[in-house]
């Protein structure tokens, strides 16, 4: 052994390795997904994410409040409708669930966080898909299109300063751009979910939102075999005027976090989802996996692979940790 070549001497004591540590998970980094549920007066619990629920809008505003008091960076809101039609057209409601709980977060917060809203079909619609549906049961690209101009207007008139698009159609982001823009909404940014995989990943929140779907999207959501399409996704986005670009699932996809993190001059955001969030809980209630150490070497690995920003269900609790740090 050459004698010099001694890493460990980095690693010695705890100021040592907080001296010397490249990656950094700090509150502000971290965006809390929520959903609130049409008609509910109580919080319901969801079975397969355990200490997440369906907030009442009451309860939601709580919660939110929380999180911000906690340091996380943004919250993204999800509703869950009592009634879903063909067309979605709950989620174009301005007295629509995800519209009103969106009107009072905003009152709530104003700008004391980010305000993010989920800009997709799926939670409205009765056959659970992201889009409308052509003559053959398929998902028709561009009349979606035209559902999607009209739910961005609707989010932005009721208070959300970011839209996230997660339907995966083809130029979703460019027209929801013009829509904006043509309102006056210029200041409205836009999460593109732009490398959104066709994941197993998901299947805790589909119970989240009680989907109604019974296929799949893997018509429209990417293939998991695919890195090279992904950056082309991210590149077309960031010509329709995308704020942000997004991966997602984050864990099984740290990979495409990096590639795209080495093209785009936006920062690049990556969602830890349902599925990577219930493995943890349910190992760590087992006693299988230190659930602390686990979530917080999840979002460090993210981060270290080239996220700016992290959705995460852990959001409120990890704030908390990582303030004491
Ligand atoms: C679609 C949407 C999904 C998620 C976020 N937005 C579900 C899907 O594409 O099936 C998944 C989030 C998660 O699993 O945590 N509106």
């Not at 911000?68 to 943004?74: D, L, P, S, T």
């Not at 053959?136 to 300063?161: E, R």
């Amino acid at each position: 052994m050459f004698p010099s070549h001694r890493p460990r001497r980095l690693r010695r004591t705890p100021a040592l390795r907080r001296l010397v540590a490249e990656t950094e998970v700090r509150p502000r980094q971290l965006v809390l997904p929520m959903f609130v549920k049409e008609g509910a007066t109580e919080p319901v619990p969801i079975a397969s994410m355990p200490g997440v629920v369906q907030h009442t809008r009451d309860t939601l505003r709580k919660a939110a409040v929380e999180a911000v008091q906690a340091g996380v960076g943004g919250i993204m809101l999800f509703g869950v409708p009592l009634k879903r039609d063909a067309t979605g057209s709950g989620g174009i409601d301005p007295e629509g669930v995800l519209n009103l709980a969106l009107r009072d977060l905003r009152a709530e917060l104003g700008d004391d966080t980010v305000l993010m809203s989920d800009l997709c079909l799926d939670e409205f619609t009765d056959h659970g898909h992201c889009g409308v549906l052509d003559g053959n049961g398929g998902v028709d690209n561009d009349a979606t299109l035209a559902v999607y101009a009209d739910m961005a207007l609707a989010q932005a008139d009721a208070g959300a300063q970011y839209l996230g698009p997660s339907g995966m159609m083809d130029g979703q982001v460019g027209v929801i751009r013009e829509a904006l823009d043509a309102a006056g909404h210029i200041d409205t940014g836009i999460l593109a979910y732009s490398a959104k995989f066709a994941s197993a990943f998901f299947g805790p929140f589909r119970e989240a939102v009680e989907s109604q779907l019974t296929g799949d999207r893997m018509s429209y959501q990417q293939d998991p075999a695919n890195v090279r399409e992904a950056l082309r996704e991210v590149s077309l986005d960031l010509t329709e005027g995308a704020d942000l670009v997004m991966v997602k699932p984050a864990l099984a996809y740290l990979d495409v976090i990096r590639a795209v993190r080495e093209v785009a001059d936006v920062p690049v955001a990556a969602y830890q989802v349902s599925g990577e969030y219930a493995m943890v809980e349910a190992a760590a209630a087992n006693g299988w996996l230190d659930r602390r150490r686990t979530v917080l070497e999840t979002l460090t690995s993210i981060r270290r692979a080239g996220a700016d920003v992290i959705l995460t269900y852990w959001a409120t609790e990890a704030a908390g940790w990582l303030r004491e740090s």
